[in-house]
């Protein structure tokens, strides 16, 4: 299969089985103890453990809750993330190895202790994961890995015979870690929100954050009124601020993930195969049997080709390990990776004091996402957490990230002059067919002209707003997308995906 229709519902898995939210849209101005922007994994858990640590509290969210990147995971609920921790240890030292493993595996507890004590009915399952070895070249890689992984307190043991595939030499298996249906999770979390004191707003977009300093409180402002709070929690995933330069510390991953029907018992556990790139099976049940969530494909957003591709050759990998009966569901989705594999959750940058954030969770944030929420409302209550100064956002440690952050940040200048040179001069767009898009420039303009399935021409400005880069179509989601950090824009210019956030100009063209 090279060319032709991609089989399978263009739907995660996750919103086609859970109803659409309707929380109110904020109305007018509003003052609380604190605002919590963006309602995913970790504004929602940063949200909850603010009003009920007794704080008044506004979650801001400018679309629908759970739809962006936490409603398109695949929801491994797990402290193993690759082959991690000999890395950690070897580049931060063992304190921080611990902290992270630490957090990731407080947060698999907070996901457990909540399922339990609330009767939260989403499909939270405990089971084993695996990464497992590509060839034999990676076994001392992965024998160490499970060493380091034990003495840090995990569950890790090494594996010579993995349940999947049946070709891996060996594997290294974290006992007990979980997953769960990240939507159905989430909104039995965000129901317990609202009550007199504390709100849930929807379509309530947030256009600035400004931190009032020792004097004054913090001003949220949105599109439909202020909102006057003591401290704010960023959780926009990547920061609608950027105080810090989380652009240059961080880069976009972009991965692909299918919902299949095997014809066969998918494999007990859960599988990854830390490589470029990478491969990811996890057996998740619905009330229609048992569906196997196949991921990967993953590359630098807005670069390496045809998306649509990705998607053919990801069904062409679950074809070559399993019989598969049907393609119900395909999705994708970004996640940004800092440049020393931590993530950033504190304090937003200098001048934001009351303000705090959480990013770059490397395709990990069920877990880092978790213990980010908590963190940050303990901040924002004036607590912490042990592992708070492994990942305060304002480390700097040039040996384990400063050679990745000046490579991150000369591709980005590279990119930025090749395709400046580079586009078209002219090009007829009277040819493109539908789901196509190009750059082409008009009037010496760059533009981002494509047609949709009605045979519709969108054209909008092809100079991405964050730092005037030329975005790229992207054809397995029929976006803009820019090769220099990662933003993403819809055919009519909306903003997808930070760090832009003004929109393309000439919208609905
Ligand atoms: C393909 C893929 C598979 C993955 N699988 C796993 C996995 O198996 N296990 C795992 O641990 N992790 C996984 N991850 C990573 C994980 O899904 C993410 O790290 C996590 O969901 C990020 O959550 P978030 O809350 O930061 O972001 P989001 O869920 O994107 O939430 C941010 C919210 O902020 C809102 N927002 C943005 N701007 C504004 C604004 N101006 N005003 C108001 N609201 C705003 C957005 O609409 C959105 O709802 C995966 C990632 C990818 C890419
Ligand atoms: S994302 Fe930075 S220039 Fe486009």
């Given at each position: 299969?090279?060319?032709?229709?991609?089989?399978?519902?263009?739907?995660?898995?996750w919103?086609?089985?859970?109803?659409?939210?309707?929380?109110?849209?904020?109305?007018?101005d509003?003052?609380v103890?604190?605002?919590?922007?963006?309602?995913?994994?970790?504004?929602?858990?940063?949200?909850?453990?603010?009003?009920?640590?007794?704080?008044?509290?506004?979650?801001?969210?400018?679309?629908?809750?759970?739809?962006?990147?936490t409603?398109?995971?695949?929801a491994?609920?797990?402290?193993?993330?690759?082959?991690?921790?000999?890395?950690?240890?070897?580049?931060?030292?063992?304190?921080?190895?611990?902290?992270?493993?630490?957090?990731?595996?407080?947060?698999?507890?907070?996901?457990?202790?909540?399922?339990?004590?609330h009767?939260?009915?989403?499909?939270f399952?405990?089971?084993?994961?695996?990464?497992?070895?590509?060839?034999?070249?990676q076994?001392?890689?992965?024998?160490?890995?499970?060493?380091?992984?034990?003495?840090?307190?995990?569950?890790?043991?090494?594996?010579?015979?993995p349940?999947?595939?049946?070709?891996?030499?060996?594997?290294?298996?974290?006992a007990?870690?979980?997953?769960?249906?990240?939507?159905?999770?989430?909104?039995?979390?965000a129901?317990?929100?609202?009550?007199?004191?504390?709100?849930?707003?929807?379509?309530?977009?947030?256009?600035g954050?400004?931190?009032?300093?020792?004097?004054?409180?913090?001003?949220?402002?949105?599109?439909r009124?202020?909102?006057?709070?003591?401290?704010?929690?960023?959780?926009?995933?990547?920061?609608?601020?950027?105080?810090?330069?989380?652009?240059?510390?961080?880069?976009p991953?972009?991965?692909?993930?299918?919902?299949?029907?095997?014809?066969?018992?998918?494999?007990?556990?859960?599988?990854?195969?830390?490589?470029?790139?990478?491969?990811?099976?996890?057996?998740?049940?619905?009330?229609?049997g048992?569906?196997?969530?196949?991921?990967?494909?993953?590359?630098?957003?807005g670069?390496?080709?045809?998306?649509a591709?990705?998607?053919?050759?990801?069904?062409?990998?679950?074809?070559?390990?399993?019989?598969?009966?049907?393609?119900?569901?395909?999705?994708?989705?970004?996640?940004?990776?800092?440049?020393?594999?931590?993530?950033?959750v504190?304090?937003?940058?200098?001048?934001?004091?009351?303000?705090?954030g959480?990013?770059?969770?490397?395709?990990?944030?069920?877990?880092?996402?978790?213990?980010?929420?908590?963190?940050?409302?303990?901040?924002?209550s004036?607590?912490?957490?042990?592992?708070a100064?492994?990942?305060?956002?304002?480390?700097?440690?040039?040996?384990?990230?400063?050679?990745?952050?000046?490579?991150?940040?000369?591709?980005?200048?590279?990119?930025?002059?090749?395709?400046?040179?580079?586009?078209?001069?002219?090009?007829?767009?009277?040819?493109?067919?539908p789901?196509?898009?190009?750059?082409?420039?008009?009037?010496?303009?760059?533009?981002?002209?494509?047609?949709?399935?009605?045979?519709?021409?969108?054209?909008?400005?092809?100079?991405?707003?964050?730092?005037?880069?030329?975005?790229?179509?992207?054809?397995?989601?029929?976006?803009?997308?820019?090769?220099?950090?990662?933003?993403?824009?819809?055919?009519?210019?909306?903003?997808?995906?930070g760090?832009?956030?003004?929109?393309?100009p000439?919208?609905?063209?």
């Amino acid at each position: 299969m090279s060319q032709g229709e991609i089989p399978g519902r263009h739907e995660s898995l996750w919103t086609a089985t859970t109803p659409r939210t309707n929380f109110p849209a904020l109305d007018g101005d509003l003052r609380v103890d604190t605002a919590v922007v963006g309602g995913g994994i970790v504004g929602v858990t940063a949200a909850l453990h603010c009003a009920e640590a007794g704080r008044e509290v506004a979650l801001l969210e400018s679309g629908r809750i759970v739809e962006g990147v936490t409603g398109k995971t695949t929801a491994k609920v797990t402290a193993q993330h690759g082959l991690r921790y000999a890395d950690l240890l070897d580049q931060h030292g063992r304190g921080a190895a611990r902290d992270y493993a630490d957090a990731n595996s407080a947060a698999i507890e907070e996901v457990a202790r909540r399922v339990e004590d609330h009767d939260i009915d989403c499909d939270f399952e405990r089971l084993p994961a695996y990464t497992y070895a590509a060839d034999e070249d990676q076994r001392e890689q992965v024998e160490r890995e499970a060493e380091v992984a034990e003495s840090l307190g995990l569950p890790a043991s090494f594996v010579e015979d993995p349940p999947f595939p049946r070709d891996a030499p060996s594997a290294v298996k974290f006992a007990e870690q979980a997953q769960f249906h990240p939507r159905k999770y989430l909104l039995d979390l965000a129901d317990r929100i609202p009550g007199e004191r504390s709100h849930v707003f929807e379509e309530t977009k947030v256009t600035g954050v400004e931190d009032g300093g020792d004097d004054a409180p913090c001003e949220v402002e949105t599109e439909r009124g202020t909102v006057t709070a003591e401290n704010v929690v960023v959780a926009t995933h990547f920061p609608i601020e950027d105080p810090a330069f989380y652009f240059a510390r961080q880069h976009p991953k972009r991965s692909y993930v299918l919902a299949v029907r095997l014809a066969e018992e998918p494999p007990r556990g859960m599988f990854y195969r830390d490589a470029e790139p990478y491969f990811s099976v996890r057996p998740h049940p619905t009330d229609d049997g048992t569906l196997t969530l196949i991921g990967g494909q993953n590359h630098k957003t807005g670069k390496g080709g045809s998306t649509a591709e990705r998607y053919r050759k990801l069904v062409e990998q679950a074809r070559d390990h399993f019989e598969v009966e049907s393609v119900e569901h395909r999705w994708s989705t970004q996640d940004y990776v800092t440049a020393d594999k931590i993530p950033f959750v504190g304090e937003l940058g200098p001048g934001y004091e009351n303000v705090y954030g959480a990013t770059g969770f490397a395709g990990w944030g069920m877990t880092n996402g978790t213990a980010a929420g908590m963190l940050l409302a303990d901040l924002a209550s004036d607590g912490t957490r042990p592992w708070a100064e492994t990942f305060d956002p304002q480390r700097f440690d040039p040996g384990a990230s400063g050679a990745k952050l000046v490579s991150e940040n000369a591709d980005a200048g590279a990119q930025f002059a090749r395709d400046w040179a580079t586009v078209a001069l002219s090009a007829d767009t009277d040819e493109l067919a539908p789901g196509e898009g190009e750059v082409v420039r008009r009037g010496g303009k760059p533009l981002a002209v494509s047609r949709d399935e009605d045979g519709e021409i969108h054209a909008v400005s092809a100079v991405c707003t964050h730092m005037k880069c030329l975005v790229r179509w992207n054809d397995g989601e029929e976006s803009w997308d820019c090769p220099c950090h990662g933003s993403r824009f819809s055919v009519d210019g909306e903003v997808l995906d930070g760090p832009a956030v003004e929109d393309l100009p000439g919208r609905g063209g």
